[in-house]
C-alpha cells in the first residue's frame, strides 16, 4: 500500500455523482434485526466512533443539510437509519450507531452493540462498510475492535479519514500511513484510505464513486 490516492476514471467519477444526484430518502429505523429490510437490496454502511463526522459527511454526500442529524451530543444515532438512494432506489445506506462513547444507560448501549454486531455477522445485503476515522487521531482501540469484527465477518471495509481539513497536509499524510500500516493487518480491509472533508467537499466525488462501486459492481 502506498500513500498514493485513490485511481478512479472519469467514468468511475460520473457514476458515482449520477447515483447520488438521484434521491436519497429516510426508509426506516432498525432497531432489531428481525425488522431489516428484506428486499434483497444492496446496501453500504457508514461506521464510526461517535463524534467522527458521520452525519455531517453522509449530509455532504447527498447535499441535504439534515438527512442525518448532526449533534454535538456523542451517540445520538441510536438505530440502524436506512436510507434508499439513487434515481430508482437503487441501493440502501446504512447510517449506523456510533459507538466508543455515548451519553446513555448502559444497558441501551448494550443494545446496540449487540444490534450491530449481529447486523454485520449475518447481512449478505451489505456489500461493503465505509469505517471513518477523524484525521486527527487516527485509529483508535475501538476502531481497532470494529475492525476485528469486520475481519471475522469477511465483511469488507474501507477506511474513510473525515475532517481532513484540519490537520497540517504533513500530519495527515502521517495519519494516512500510520491506518495504511494498520490495514495492512487486517484481511477484510479495502487498501486503499479515502480522504474527505465534509467542509471544504474534498474527496467526496471519490467517495461516492466507491460507494457505486462496491454496492452496484465494478468494484475490484
Known sequence: MTNESPSFSSADIARGEALFKGPCVFAKGVTRIEDL??????????A?????????????LTGQKA????????GRTRELNYFTLGKQG??????????????????????????????????RELKRAFLLIDARHGIKPNDIET??????AA?????????????KATELAD?????????????????VVLTTSARTGSGLP??????AASALGGAP
Open 67 to 74: 438527512l442525518a442529524r448532526v449533534s454535538v451530543t456523542p
Open 90 to 123: 437503487e441501493l440502501y445506506l446504512v447510517d449506523m450507531p456510533g459507538y466508543g462513547y455515548a451519553r446513555a444507560a448502559k444497558s441501551e448501549i448494550k443494545g446496540w452493540t449487540r444490534l450491530i454486531r449481529d447486523y454485520l455477522r449475518g447481512r
Open 147 to 152: 475492525m476485528k469484527l469486520l475481519d471475522e
Open 175 to 191: 495519519i494516512q500511513a500510520k491506518v495504511e500500516a494498520t490495514l495492512a493487518k487486517h484481511p477484510a480491509a479495502y487498501p
Open 155 to 167: 465483511v469488507s471495509y474501507q477506511v474513510v479519514l473525515t475532517k481532513a481539513d484540519k490537520p
Open 37 to 46: 429490510p428484506a428486499d434483497g437490496r444492496p446496501e453500504v454502511a457508514f
Open 48 to 60: 464510526g466512533r461517535s463524534n467522527v463526522g458521520k452525519s455531517s459527511l453522509i449530509n455532504a
Open 206 to 211: 471519490e467517495l461516492r464513486a466507491a460507494v
